[in-house]
C-alpha cells in the first residue's frame, strides 16, 4: 500500500513538473465555440505574424462555457491567460479576484471614449457607476429582429393586414405592432407561423427574451445600485410587457418550448416564420445562401420601442478580460494594447467581429456593410442588462425557473409570475446579504 | 433448447426472430436517422417536413476535421476554382476555412481529441477489467473479513452524482499537477469502472464452480496456474461483457473530460456537441463526428460478440 | 489494511506451491480497495465538509460553519420535494421499462439464430452513444417541426418535450432506448448459463412454459439481472446529461439537474453538496434493499 502510494505520488509530481514549464511567447484565451471565436483566432493569426507571439483561442461548447470557466477561476488555475467573458460573469469574477482591475489600462487607452458607452457601462465596469473596470469590450451584441421582407411586401398580405388593423403592414414601430403582425401571420394550417422567440429554461434564453420586452416596455428588473426589486419587476409595466411576451410565444411554431438561437434561425430558415428574435452574432448565417434558403428575403430591425415610447434592448456580448492567475500577464497586456488600436478594431470588423468602437460603428462603412448592421448599430446605443452581481446566477435560473411555467405553460397570470419573482429575489438578495425590498 | 425441435417450437423461433428483427428495426432508426443526417445537406438537417430521400454528401465530414468561419461576402470566383475539392464543398457550404498566419490551413482538433480517447479509453479499461476481474476473484474464492461491507463501499463510490465531487476532484487534481493529463482521466476512469467491474465479475465468478479449481490444484496446479488456465477462460463472457461496459463509459464520458482536461488531454465527447457556427447548430457536422466515434465501440464489441453470446459453459455441474 | 484479512482458505492445497493463498488474496483485493479508499475519501470528505458550511466555490469571502442549515434549506425546498418525487416516478418508468424490454430482447435472442452476433452487437448500439449527444439528437427527433417521429408516425404536432405531460416520458423513451441494451446483454449472458438439463427435465415432467419460466429460468438468472437492475436504478437516479439536454419543462426536471444549477450554475457549493449527500442517502438506502435480494436470490 505504501508502495502504492509512492509510486502514485511519484507519477503524479513528474506530471505536475511537466505541466509547470511556462512558456512565455504563448497566449491562450478561453470563449466559446462559435463563429465568433474562429475570426478572433484568425485576428489573432495577425499579432502572431507581427509579434512572434503565438495566441490560441479555445473554445469549450456554449452550455458549459460558464462552467469550465468558473472551474478553471475557482481554483486559480493558469491554463488560461484571458477569457472573453459573459457581462453578467463581471461581479462574480472581480469581487472573487479572479479578474485583473483593468482601470489603468482602460485610462490610458482612453476607451471611456472610444469605445459605445453602453459597452463600458455592461462588459467592464463593476460595480455600476464605480469606474472601477475589468474587461475590454470584444464583441457587441444584442438581441434584434429578423424578418420576411417577402411577406411583408406582398400586395395581398398588405391589404388584408389594413383592413383587419387599420394601418399599414411594414416593419413594426411599437412592440404592440410588432404583436399584431405576428398574430396576422399566425396560420397554423399553412404551417406558417407569427415569431420566433427565446423560451428555453437553461442559462439565459427565456430570461434575455423577457427581457427584450420588459425593457421597452419601461419596466426593469430592478434598481441594481439600491437593490429595490418589488414594485419593478412586478411593475404595470414589467406585468404587461410578461403578458405581451406569453401572447407572442403562442403565435410560434408547435411546440416551441425550448427554444433558444439555434431554434431561431432553424425556424427562419425554415421559411416557418414571419418574424425571428434573435442575438446580432447570430445574424450571418440568415443572409447566407447556403444555409438559409429564404437569404435574399431577410430584413432586420432594432428592437421596437413599447407602448409609452421607452426604446430599450437587451444585452449580450462579452468582453476580453485578463486573468489573475495567469502567468503571462505582461505579454497578454502588450496584447491587449494591440487589440484596442484602431486598425485593429478596424479588422475585426472586416473579418466579422462586432466591435464595440463608436467610430467604426458609427461609420456608414459598417452601417452598410451587411443588412443587419444599421439596426445593430440601432440597438448598441439603446440596450440595457442583467444583474452582474457575484449572485447573478441565481436570480437568473430562478427568473428562469418563474417565467417558463407561464410563457410556456400558460401556467397562473402574469401578475402572480412577476410578484412572485419579486418576492423571491428580494429573499434570494437578503441572504446574500443586500438591503433588498 | 431441446423445445425447438417440436413444430410448435420451430413456430416459435420463426415468430421470435421476426421480432428480433423488428425490434432491431425500430431499435436502429434513431441510429439511422443519425447516420443519415452526417451526409445530409445542412438546410436538409432540421427541413420541414424532414428529408428522407436525399442526394449524400460527404461535406460533414470535410467540416469536422477543418476550422471553418462563416463566409460574409460571395467567394471570389478565381479562388473557387484554385481549390481542392473538398475545399470546394466547404465554400459551397457558405463556409470558408480558417488559414493561420502563414496562410496554412487550421484543421480541427478533432482527430487530436480523438487520440486522447482512444488512449484513455483503452488504457483504463484494461485496468478496471483487470483489477475489477481479480479483485471479484478474490471476494468469490478467499474469506475477507468484513467481506458484505467493503463490497457494499465498492458500490457506493458509484452512486454519489459525479458532479458533486467535480470540485473536490478539481482541486486535487490541480494539487497534484493530474489536470490535464492522459494519466488523470485514465485513474479517474479506472475509478469509475472499477465498481462496476467488481461486481459483474463477482457474479460471473461465483457461477463458476470452485471444483473446477480444485481439481486443477488436485492435479498439481499452483493457485495461480488455476487462476489463469481455469477461472479467466471460464469467465470469459463476463470479462467481455464487463470490457465492452467499461470502455463504453470511459469512452463517452463528458462532465469530467471537459472540467479536468484543457487542449492536451481532453477527449472527443466534449468536442463533439460543440459545433455551433454563426447561429445554426451544425447537426450534420455532429452527426458525422458522432459517426466516426461509434465505429471504435462497435467494432469492439462486435469482435467481442462470440464471447458476449458464448455464455457459462459450466452449468452442468452446479451445486 | 491486513488486518482486515483472515487467515486463508483451509481448502486450499496449493498453498504450497508458488503463492500462497494469503498472498493471492491480498494482491487481488487489497489494491483495488486502496485505490477506491484513496481515491474517494478525500473528495468525499472535502463535499461533506462544504456541506456544512456556507462556502461558495466563486468567492473568496470567509466559510462560515453553518450547521445542518443546509439540509435544513434544502429539506424545506419544495421544488427539491418536486424534483424528488419526479425522479423517483422517472427511475421506476426508465428502469422498469428497460428491463421488460431488455429482458424480453434476451428472452427472444436465446437461441439459435442466424446473425446473431451481428444483431446483438446493432442492438447494443444505443448505449454506445455519448448520452449529450442522445439527448440532442432525441430533441432533434422529437421536435415538432423537423423532428421525424411525428412526421413518420403521422402523429400531427404533438410537443413531446416541451408538454409538462409527455415531456418526462419522452426523456424516460430515450433511455429506455439507450440502455435496455444493456440489460439485455448481461440477462443474455445469464440465460445462457441456465443448465439445458433442467430444461429437459422440466420438458418430461411436462412442465408448462410459464412454470418451466418462474420456476427455472427465472431464478437462476436473477443475481446478474439483479445486478443489472442495481446499476441501472443508481444511474438512473443521477440522470443528467440526456434530460438536461433534452427539456426544460419544470415537470421533468429532475434532481441531479437541480443540483448541476445549484452547483455549477450558481455555485451554491454548500447547499449543493448538502442535496448530494442527501442524494446519496437515498440511492444507498435503495441499493441496500436490492443487495439483499440479490444476496437472498444467490442463497436459493
Not at chain 2, 463501499?153 to 490535464?180: C, E, K, Q, W
Amino acid at each position: 500500500m505504501r508502495k502504492t502510494m509512492v509510486s502514485l505520488l511519484a507519477g503524479a509530481s513528474f506530471l505536475a513538473l511537466n505541466s509547470m514549464a511556462v512558456h512565455a511567447q504563448e497566449l491562450t484565451i478561453l470563449w466559446a465555440e462559435w463563429d465568433p471565436a474562429s475570426y478572433l483566432q484568425e485576428l489573432v493569426n495577425e499579432y502572431q505574424a507581427e509579434t512572434g507571439v503565438t495566441v490560441t483561442v479555445e473554445t469549450v461548447p456554449w452550455p458549459d462555457f460558464q462552467t469550465k470557466l468558473f472551474t478553471e477561476l475557482n481554483a486559480q488555475g493558469s491554463a488560461y491567460d484571458m477569457v472573453v467573458g459573459d457581462s453578467q460573469f463581471l461581479g462574480a469574477a472581480s469581487t472573487g479576484g479572479h479578474y485583473v482591475n483593468m482601470t489603468d489600462f482602460i485610462a490610458k487607452h482612453d476607451l471611456t471614449k472610444t469605445m459605445a458607452p453602453a459597452t463600458m457601462k455592461y462588459y467592464s465596469e463593476y460595480p455600476g457607476g464605480s469606474g472601477q473596470y475589468w474587461s475590454v469590450p470584444l464583441e457587441g451584441d444584442a438581441l434584434g429582429w429578423a424578418y420576411r421582407k417577402d411577406w411583408f411586401e406582398d400586395p395581398k398580405e398588405m391589404e388584408a393586414f389594413k383592413a383587419k388593423y387599420g394601418y399599414d403592414l411594414a416593419v413594426p414601430k411599437t412592440f404592440k405592432e410588432l404583436i399584431d403582425i405576428a398574430e396576422f401571420f399566425h396560420r397554423p394550417a399553412d404551417n406558417r407561423y407569427g415569431a420566433a422567440i427565446y423560451s428555453q429554461n437553461a442559462g439565459d434564453a427565456i430570461v434575455m427574451g423577457v427581457e427584450n420586452s420588459v425593457f421597452a416596455y419601461g419596466g426593469s428588473f430592478g434598481d441594481y445600485n439600491t437593490y429595490q426589486v418589488s414594485g419593478l419587476v412586478n411593475s404595470p409595466e414589467s406585468i404587461e410587457a410578461l403578458e405581451d411576451y406569453r401572447k407572442l410565444f403562442t403565435f410560434g411554431p408547435p411546440g416551441w418550448g425550448n427554444a433558444f438561437f439555434a431554434e431561431v434561425n432553424t425556424a427562419m430558415a425554415q421559411g416557418q416564420v414571419a418574424m425571428g428574435m434573435n442575438f446580432f452574432a447570430f445574424f450571418p448565417s440568415l443572409v447566407n445562401e447556403a444555409t438559409n434558403p429564404h437569404a435574399a428575403n431577410m430584413g432586420f430591425f432594432a428592437n421596437p420601442p413599447g407602448p409609452r415610447g421607452e426604446d430599450f434592448a437587451a444585452l449580450g456580448g462579452q468582453g476580453i478580460s485578463l486573468i489573475s492567475y495567469s502567468q503571462n500577464q505582461e505579454e497578454a497586456m502588450k496584447f491587449l494594447d494591440w487589440f484596442v488600436e484602431e486598425k485593429t478594431q478596424k479588422r475585426w470588423a472586416e473579418l466579422g467581429g462586432y466591435t464595440a468602437n463608436a467610430a467604426i460603428l458609427e461609420s456608414e462603412e459598417f452601417r452598410k456593410a451587411t443588412p443587419f448592421n444599421e439596426a445593430f448599430f440601432q440597438t448598441m446605443f439603446k440596450v440595457r442588462d442583467f444583474w452582474a452581481l457575484p449572485e447573478y446566477a441565481e436570480l437568473l435560473t430562478e427568473a428562469a425557473d418563474t417565467f417558463y411555467p407561464y410563457v410556456v405553460n400558460g401556467e397562473g397570470t402574469a401578475k402572480e409570475t412577476m410578484d412572485k419573482l419579486a418576492a423571491t429575489w428580494v429573499e434570494t438578495l437578503t441572504a446574500a446579504g443586500y438591503a433588498a425590498k | 433448447m431441446a423445445v425447438v425441435s417440436t413444430r410448435a417450437g420451430r413456430l416459435g423461433n420463426r415468430l421470435a426472430i421476426t421480432a428480433v428483427i423488428l425490434v432491431t428495426l425500430v431499435f436502429l432508426s434513431p441510429i439511422y436517422w443519425i447516420t443519415s443526417t452526417a451526409f445530409k445537406p445542412l438546410v436538409l438537417a432540421t427541413s420541414v417536413p424532414p428529408t428522407v430521400v436525399f442526394e449524400p454528401s460527404i461535406t460533414p465530414f470535410v467540416k469536422l476535421f477543418t476550422k471553418r468561419a462563416q463566409l460574409t461576402a460571395p467567394v471570389d470566383p478565381a479562388v473557387y476554382e484554385a481549390a481542392p475539392w473538398w475545399e470546394k464543398l466547404i465554400l459551397d457550404g457558405g463556409e470558408r476555412l480558417s488559414r493561420d498566419g502563414k496562410g496554412e490551413i487550421v484543421y480541427s482538433a478533432y482527430p487530436d481529441r480523438f487520440i486522447n480517447s482512444l488512449i484513455i479509453a483503452v488504457t483504463s479499461t484494461v485496468l478496471a477489467v483487470s483489477l475489477g476481474t481479480i479483485t471479484a476473484y478474490g471476494f468469490s474464492r478467499f474469506r475477507v473479513k468484513g467481506e458484505a461491507d467493503l463490497l457494499f463501499f465498492i458500490l457506493s463510490t458509484r452512486m454519489l452524482p459525479p458532479i458533486v465531487v467535480a470540485i473536490p476532484m478539481f482541486l486535487m487534481y490541480r494539487a497534484v499537477g493530474l489536470n490535464d493529463t492522459h494519466f488523470g482521466l485514465i485513474i479517474l476512469y479506472t475509478a469509475f469502472n472499477v465498481s462496476f467491474a467488481v461486481w459483474l465479475m463477482k457474479g460471473f465468478i461465483d457461477e463458476i464452480p470452485k471444483e473446477y479449481e480444485e481439481a486443477a490444484l488436485v492435479d498439481g496446479y499452483t493457485r495461480m496456474q488455476a487462476f489463469f488456465k481455469i477461472v479467466l477462460p471460464e469467465a470469459a463472457t463476463g470479462i467481455a461483457a464487463t470490457a465492452v461496459f467499461c470502455f463504453i463509459t470511459a469512452w463517452n464520458e463528458y462532465a469530467f473530460a471537459l472540467i479536468l482536461t484543457n487542449r492536451r488531454a481532453q477527449t472527443a465527447p466534449p468536442f463533439i456537441p460543440s459545433q455551433v457556427g454563426t447561429g445554426l447548430q451544425d447537426w450534420t457536422v455532429i452527426a458525422a463526428g458522432t459517426v466516426l466515434f461509434l465505429l471504435p465501440v462497435a467494432i469492439f464489441t462486435f469482435l467481442l460478440r462470440n464471447h458476449l453470446l458464448r455464455g457459462m459453459s459450466f452449468g452442468a455441474i452446479r451445486k | 489494511m491486513a488486518n482486515l484479512i483472515t487467515t486463508l482458505d483451509p481448502a486450499s492445497r496449493a498453498a504450497s506451491r508458488g503463492w500462497s493463498d494469503t498472498t493471492i488474496r491480498n494482491v487481488f483485493v487489497i489494491p483495488t480497495v486502496a485505490f477506491l479508499i484513496i481515491f474517494n475519501v478525500f473528495p468525499l470528505l472535502y463535499s461533506l465538509g462544504f456541506s456544512f458550511t456556507d462556502f461558495r466555490a466563486s468567492s473568496k469571502a470567509p466559510v462560515n460553519f453553518v450547521g445542518f442549515k443546509n439540509y435544513i434549506n434544502v429539506l424545506a425546498d419544495p421544488v427539491i420535494w418536486r424534483t424528488f418525487s419526479t425522479t423517483l416516478w422517472y427511475v421506476i418508468v426508465s428502469v422498469t421499462g428497460q428491463f421488460i424490454v431488455g429482458f424480453g430482447l434476451a428472452l427472444l435472442l436465446n437461441r439459435p439464430l442466424p446473425f446473431k452476433g451481428l444483431l446483438t452487437t446493432l442492438l447494443m448500439l444505443p448505449m454506445m452513444l455519448s448520452p449529450v449527444v442522445v439527448g440532442l439528437f432525441w430533441k432533434l427527433i422529437y421536435d415538432p417541426s423537423w423532428g421525424i417521429l411525428n412526421y413518420a408516425l403521422g402523429l400531427g404536432p404533438v410537443a413531446w418535450l416541451s408538454d409538462a405531460n409527455l415531456a418526462l416520458y419522452a426523456v424516460a423513451i430515450t433511455d429506455i432506448w439507450m440502455w435496455s441494451p444493456f440489460v439485455m446483454l448481461l440477462s443474455l449472458a445469464g440465460l445462457s448459463a441456465v443448465p439445458k438439463h433442467l430444461y429437459e427435465a422440466a420438458s418430461i415432467d411436462r412442465a408448462g412454459k410459464l412454470y418451466t419460466f418462474f420456476r427455472i429460468t427465472l431464478p437462476l438468472v436473477a443475481p446478474i439481472l439483479l445486478i443489472a437492475v442495481i446499476f441501472r436504478t443508481m444511474e438512473a437516479f443521477k440522470t443528467f446529461d440526456i434530460a438536461f439536454v433534452m427539456t426544460g419543462q419544470p415537470a421533468a426536471e429532475l434532481i441531479s439537474s437541480r443540483l448541476y444549477k445549484m452547483a455549477f450554475q450558481q455555485w451554491q457549493t454548500g447547499p449543493s453538496s448538502a442535496l448530494a449527500y442527501i442524494i446519496l442517502i437515498m440511492v444507498l438506502c435503495i441499493t441496500n434493499i436490492y443487495v439483499k435480494y440479490l444476496n437472498k436470490a444467490k442463497e436459493r
